[in-house]
Structures are given as structure tokens and as C-alpha cells.
């Protein structure tokens, strides 16, 4: 009996002890998270890492990066080759899974199926390479075309239905509206610069013509074909016309920016335009539209460009269970419930799109769920890490169409040539 009382009475004072030693760990250990800073998303994200940093007493480092993907890739590509422990989380496209991959924490060691069941198959399926789930999906996104509802209702027209269609539409209003005294109004405002924003708009316009997907699922070049063509000449006769020269200069803010001004018809961008756009003071609060991207003709069909963030944890982290816990927290239900109300960033669980507070926040979440979960795939997966080279010798290509340099025939026959050379390099 002695000795069972001395054994619980050690028991008692190592559990204490350990429990004391842990309370100390997650004091002193700090964590370090990348996050973008694209319209309120760096908010966004210190407000979720303060929820979690009361709950757990964890210190954590917000980081901001970039907002221009390439330009983040870059960083990214840096910090993880130098096997660097200074960011424990990282903020990564959805078409770098394949390539960071090797400097990733395998998640499922942490967060269980009975969490990972909620999301999304598609998503969860992106994130896992060769069998590891290197990161979670943490909001969705497909490109999307917003208009202004004021001014298609006092000249008599209906959302455009495909490209042509806006055309007319873009030119005739901007016309009458510069007539009425504001010579700024242009038709139509995207992502014309030359990086990886490009690469989505490009493929939209592509793929909504029947074109494919500059390389099939397969692994075939596909890009040169009449489809292909076709769509990118009548996005480069948008140059100068209902888009202005500054266009090729454009990423989503800045065409966020002359779009929400009050100076443009039409405007392809993100889901997280909409919150922004009816903010209170906002000069076009109200009088936004938004709905699918439009066909390629006739014959064409919707497309718009999955996108979207996950979270992932770096291999260097010297906090891999502290970091993984931070993540789950940041893409549970109830996190993405808030940033979908705060901020229309489309959810990547399956049942916060029938979620009532959701859908009263942002109505079109419901009426365009289908673009969301069929949204057309960047060819990453089949490239793998030769997406970032195809992605470039693609946005480069078609920056060069838009900007009137060189005619879409040859540029895309080119472009063909130097992707199967590529292919056949590197074996993808």
C-alpha cells in the first residue's frame, strides 16, 4: 500500500511538472506564418493567428510577402532551398504543392481524416503528393466577372453571356458614358501583366473556346490549335479599345482599383472583390453584379481559373506539431465561416456553402457554386516542377499577343515548339 501511494503521489508531481513544462514550451516557442496582403488579407490573418495565439499563449510572427505570386514563388523558393527555420508556415498557391513538396511537413501526421473528410476530395487530392498531404486547402477561389448592375440596367442590356457579347457591351456603354462627361469610363479592367495572373486569364479565355489547357492532363502541348488563337486575338483587339494601354500593367488591385473608382463596365477578378466593392465607402457599393466568366462563343463554354491558398508547414520548422495545430485552427470551419463573411473568401468545406449566414453575406456564393468546384485546373500536377517554366513561357506569350508585339498564330506555334522541347527535357 506504501508503495502504490508513493507511485501515485510521483505520478501526481511528474504530471504537474509536465504539464508546467509544457505551459513554458508554448510560452517560449514562437511561430513564424507568411501571409498575403492582397485587398484585407494580411487582417484577416493576424485577426485568426490572435484567436489562436489567446487560446494557446503561442507567440506568432505575421509575415507579410508579396502579392504578385511570381514574385512570392520566388521568395518561397529561396527561404525553403536555404533550409531556413525562420517562417514555420507558408501561405502557397494552389498549383505549388508539386514543386515545394520536398520541404513540406506531412500534415496527416497531425490533422486526422476525421477533419480532412470535411474539405473538399478535389482539394485534399491537390495537396497530396506521393501520398503525403503537404498542405490544407484554406479558401477556393475561380476567376469571375464582375459589372456594374447601375449602368447594364439604364442602357437596357443583361450580363453579357459570352466574350463577344461583353464586347459590344463594354464598348457601348464606355462610349455613352465618356459622351455624358466622364472620360475615364473604360469597358473592361483584368490582369494583363506579365505574371502568373496573366496565366489565368489566359487560360479562361482559352479554355472557354475550346482551346484546352496549354497541356492536357496527359502531358500533351496543346496550346496551338484555332481555338486558341481565335480567343487570344479577340482579347488582344480589347487593347486600346474597351481596355486601356495601362491594362498590360494591371494585377487584381490595380484593376480593383479603377473598377471600384466607378471607371469600369466590367472587371474579371477574385471572390474577394465583392466585399470590398460593397464596402461603405465604396462609390459602387450596391451596384455590383457578378457572375460566371463568359464563353467563347456559341459554341464555347464557362471557365473560370481554380485558384486558391493553402497552409503549409515548412520541414525546417523547429515547431512542426505547434505550426500544424495553428493550421488546423485557421482552416476550420468556424475560421472560414468568419473570413467568408468578412471578406467573400470562398470556403473550402463543402458545407459552408449552405451555410445560411454565409449565403446572406455573399449571395453568389450559392448561384455560382458550380464554377467554384469545376473551375479549370492550371496544368501544374501533370508539369510538376516545370509549372513555374510553363506558366512564364506562357504569360510571356500571351503579354506579347495583348501588347500587339507579335500576332497569336506564330506566338502560340512558338510557344508549342519550346513547351515540347520541355516536355522532352524534362520529362514530365
Given at each position: 500500500m ?18 508546467c513544462c509544457?505551459?513554458i514550451a508554448?510560452?517560449s ?11 484585407i488579407q494580411?487582417t484577416?490573418?493576424?485577426e485568426?493567428v490572435e484567436a489562436?495565439?489567446r487560446?494557446t ?8 510577402t ?21 517562417i ?10 508539386g ?8 500534415l496527416?501526421q ?20 506521393d ?5 490544407m ?14 449602368l447594364l440596367?439604364k442602357?437596357?442590356?443583361?450580363p453579357?453571356?459570352?466574350?463577344q ?9 464606355q ?11 473604360q469597358?473592361?479592367?483584368f ?14 479565355w482559352?479554355?472557354s473556346?475550346?482551346?484546352?489547357t496549354i497541356?492536357s492532363?496527359?502531358?500533351?502541348v496543346t496550346?496551338?490549335n ?49 466585399s ?9 457599393k ?8 463568359p464563353?467563347g462563343?456559341?459554341q ?10 493553402q497552409l ?5 520548422s ?19 465561416k ?8 470562398n ?15 455573399v ?11 469545376n ?40 510557344l508549342?515548339?519550346?513547351l ?5 527535357g524534362?520529362?514530365?
Amino acid at each position: 500500500m506504501r508503495c502504490f501511494e508513493l507511485i501515485s503521489k510521483w505520478s501526481c508531481v511528474l504530471g504537474l511538472w509536465w504539464l508546467c513544462c509544457s505551459a513554458i514550451a508554448a510560452q517560449s516557442a514562437q511561430l513564424a506564418i507568411s501571409c498575403g496582403a492582397l485587398g484585407i488579407q494580411l487582417t484577416l490573418c493576424q485577426e485568426g493567428v490572435e484567436a489562436w495565439s489567446r487560446r494557446t499563449g503561442t507567440d506568432v510572427k505575421v509575415v507579410a510577402t508579396p502579392n504578385s505570386s511570381t514574385e512570392r514563388f520566388a521568395l518561397y523558393q529561396q527561404i525553403l532551398a536555404s533550409h531556413s527555420p525562420d517562417i514555420d508556415i507558408f501561405q502557397i498557391d494552389v498549383v505549388w504543392p508539386g514543386t515545394f513538396a520536398p520541404h513540406l511537413v506531412d500534415l496527416s501526421q497531425y490533422i486526422g481524416n476525421d477533419f480532412t473528410k470535411q474539405f473538399f476530395p478535389t482539394m485534399i487530392h491537390n495537396n497530396t503528393i506521393d501520398g503525403a498531404l503537404v498542405a490544407m486547402p484554406w479558401y477556393t477561389d475561380a476567376g469571375v466577372l464582375y459589372y456594374r448592375s447601375d449602368l447594364l440596367e439604364k442602357y437596357g442590356e443583361a450580363p453579357p453571356k459570352n466574350w463577344q457579347q461583353l464586347t459590344t457591351i463594354a464598348r457601348k456603354i464606355q462610349q455613352a458614358e465618356r459622351d455624358a462627361g466622364n472620360p475615364r469610363m473604360q469597358g473592361f479592367v483584368f490582369q494583363a501583366k506579365g505574371y502568373e495572373g496573366l496565366t489565368c486569364d489566359g487560360l479562361e479565355w482559352i479554355d472557354s473556346f475550346g482551346g484546352g489547357t496549354i497541356v492536357s492532363s496527359a502531358g500533351k502541348v496543346t496550346i496551338h490549335n484555332p481555338q486558341s488563337i481565335a480567343a487570344l486575338e479577340l482579347a488582344a483587339s480589347w487593347i486600346g479599345d474597351i481596355a486601356p494601354q495601362g491594362v498590360l500593367n494591371y494585377d487584381e488591385e490595380a484593376s480593383r482599383g479603377v473598377f471600384q473608382s466607378g471607371n469600369a463596365v466590367f472587371m474579371r477578378n477574385w471572390p474577394y472583390a465583392w466585399s470590398l466593392g460593397n464596402a461603405p465607402d465604396s462609390p459602387i457599393k450596391g451596384k455590383i453584379g457578378v457572375i460566371a466568366l463568359p464563353k467563347g462563343g456559341e459554341q464555347g463554354h464557362h471557365s473560370g481559373t481554380l485558384g486558391g491558398w493553402q497552409l503549409a508547414v515548412s520541414r525546417y520548422s523547429k515547431h512542426p506539431k505547434l505550426a500544424a495545430d495553428l493550421v488546423r485552427y485557421l482552416t476550420s470551419y468556424a475560421e472560414q465561416k468568419r473570413r467568408a463573411i468578412a471578406a467573400s473568401y470562398n470556403p473550402t468545406i463543402k458545407s459552408l456553402y449552405q451555410d445560411e449566414e454565409v449565403l446572406e453575406a455573399v449571395p453568389f456564393f450559392g448561384t455560382l457554386y458550380q464554377s467554384f468546384e469545376n473551375a479549370v485546373a492550371r496544368p501544374s500536377r501533370v508539369t510538376g516542377s516545370q509549372y513555374a517554366r510553363v506558366s512564364a513561357e506562357f504569360y510571356y506569350a500571351v503579354h506579347d499577343i495583348l501588347s500587339g508585339k507579335v500576332a497569336a498564330a506564330p506566338a502560340l506555334e512558338s510557344l508549342h515548339k519550346k513547351l515540347v522541347r520541355l516536355s522532352r527535357g524534362e520529362q514530365w
